[in-house]
């Protein structure tokens, strides 16, 4: 990415990023997950600034007209739906889950998590891998949750997947990027996006994965367990415009001893 020729406010206008051949200005997705109600749901992600919500499909209810529906709140015309197969733990329930949220919404660009069946929920990657495979050979555009693993992260993208999406840290953990080496050889490698993808906790986290390169931030638990979640979403939505800008600035070098802004030299 190449920060020269951006202007001084381009996180909200020219600096966009693209996935799967759609454009979007907003890098910061949030979830749909664990709010109160889907109309604070929905505040928060105006606050946010995103243009893309994630959306689990075994846990929003899209379908029930008897009871509140998600769509009702976040409009389908006002943001991107992203689908996601959260709670699934085997490439055969993610993968049916996608086809029948093709057949009903038509989406065919979603989110692939398969989680492992254990405390800190992490991907199991070798599921998640062969789960990616069918996806792409039922012509849907995948982006990939997974662990931040530089050898599967390539394996992924060499699979065909759409953007690569490792976890900072277990999903609702709220302890923010526990390997940054890890993060930035994974961007360093990968041509599609990278978007960091769980951990993130509070606003400085969202500023380091930014700083680091990233193209994007989901987040959704930081923002909904918040004690003000509509205040939290703002924070976060300047968190990665400010992280974004600090990447493309170029920061300054690390230096092991003082350099003083004013010279030594001629004082009176």
Known sequence: MDGATQTPNSSLGDDTWTVAGRTFRSRLIVGTGKYRDY??????????????????LRRVNLSDTGAP?????????????LPNTAGCYTGEEAVRLLRLAREAGGWDLVKLEVLSQTPHLLPDMEETLRALKLLIADGFEVMVYCSDDPVYARKLEDAGAAAIMPA???????RGIQNTLNLGLIIEQTKVPVLVDAGVGTASDAVLAMELGCDAILMNTAIAEAKDPIRMATAMRHAVIAGREAYLAGRMGKRMYADPSSPLSGLI
Request: proline share 3%.
């Open 39 to 56: 109309g604070q749901n929905a505040a928060a992600a105006k606050a946010a600034g995103a243009e893309i919500v994630t959306v689990a």
């Open 69 to 81: 529906m998600l769509s009702d709140y976040v409009k389908e015309d006002e943001f991107t739906y």
């Open 168 to 174: 900072a840290a277990p999903i609702g953990s709220g």
